[in-house]
């Protein structure tokens, strides 16, 4: 069954770093000591330029990244409830809101993020398990703003008993049409999905970029064309196809599952990374897998195949010597709670790759 038509794209190519570039000022000193003059930052990471006090036995010292890192994490990813966290060193958002407010603050509070450091909430679509604990995050965080496009507030508000308070933090979006939060440029393009006014993010920052499509039954052309344009791709991998059809599901829920308009199985995700793989891209995140039709080793374990069939070697995303010798890094998230805190690095200045 196909599920995809091809359509071509130049490709990008990107590098990136294993360490942060540091220039020191007046002269290098070391990494511990300018880390215990550093101030802060609310959200819990050092804050820029760094400046040793006056009276410190090594001089006024100042440090800056080139340029920020990217931070990623998933807070959960399924029918359970979806949520993820994308940052730098000067504030973050998150995507869908799906899981309870208690978690994600406590979550982010246990890696050094205050909520404060959270601008805002991008909203996919309006299934409940993507949006059901947006008003509670927002109410708690008036700070925060909602960002959607108006038919998928429309779509949050007519099928939810949401509070109609939620129209107060909206900021209306529109496919295609790029917006900002900090230091991300973010545009919300089409995808396949039976919710209301679907999308996916494609999200630069610097010169590299972050996609996420959580929920697709197929590759789309605007899909395609964000996909292969992107260093770190946050893709469903929903189910197998054998566990689905074996399983316990009603005929018309399988069914549903299956068209264009539903969720992606693993072998189909499998084919399509394979077949836009450029060495720009070094993460792949499989997300929304099925809790009875899928496991996540049978998820990796497919697009694993597809992709050492094309000669690449596949890390775990674990920086171990392994991992960081790879070509790319695949990871399932998991479907309840967090994954790591993913810290992705800069490009060198001299376009080596790492």
Do not use: W
């Not at 900090?182 to 996916?200: L, R, S």
């Not at 260093?231 to 549903?256: F, T």
């Amino acid at each position: 069954m196909a599920k995809r038509m091809k359509y071509p794209t130049p490709d990008f190519p990107g590098l990136f770093d294993d360490r942060e570039e540091m220039t020191y000022v007046p002269q290098p000193v070391r990494s511990d000591i300018i880390a215990r003059h550093a101030t802060r930052l609310e959200g819990g990471f050092p804050s820029y330029p760094r400046i040793a006090p006056s009276d410190s036995p090594f001089g006024p010292v100042v440090a800056s990244p080139v340029p920020n890192r990217i931070r990623f994490m998933s807070l959960g990813s399924g029918s359970s409830g979806n949520c993820c966290y994308i940052g730098d060193s000067q504030c973050g958002f998150l995507v869908d809101a799906g899981v309870d407010a208690p978690s994600v603050t406590d979550t982010l509070r246990r890696h050094g993020i205050s909520m404060q450091h959270i601008k805002g909430i991008c909203i996919t679509h309006d299934h409940s398990d993507h949006m059901r604990c947006v008003y509670t995050l927002l109410r708690k965080n008036r700070h925060m703003a909602l960002y959607c496009t108006p038919r998928a507030l429309s779509g949050i508000m007519r099928r939810h008993s949401v509070s109609r308070r939620l129209k107060d933090y909206h900021v209306a979006i529109y496919k295609e049409i790029p917006f900002t939060i900090g230091n991300f440029t973010i545009t919300a393009f089409e995808t396949m999905h039976d919710g209301t006014d679907n999308a996916g993010f494609y999200i630069q920052h610097d010169d590299r970029a972050l996609t996420v499509a959580t929920d697709l039954g197929c590759i789309s052309p605007r899909v395609d064309h964000y996909m292969r344009m992107t260093d770190y791709l946050v893709i469903e991998s929903n189910y197998d196809l054998g566990m689905l059809r074996a399983g316990s599901y009603p005929e018309y829920l399988k069914a549903r599952i299956q068209t264009d308009n539903g969720h992606m199985d693993n072998n189909v995700t499998a084919r399509y990374l394979a077949e836009i793989y450029t060495p720009r891209l070094k993460n792949v995140f499989l997300c929304h897998l099925s809790q009875e039709n899928n496991t996540p080793e049978k998820a990796v374990a497919e697009s694993r195949a597809a992709l050492e069939s094309i000669g690449l070697k596949v890390g775990a995303g674990n920086d171990t010597p392994d991992d960081l010798a790879a070509d790319i890094q695949l990871v399932a998230l998991p479907r309840i709670g967090e994954s790591r805190f993913y810290s992705f690095r800069p490009p060198r200045r001299d376009g080596i790759d790492r």
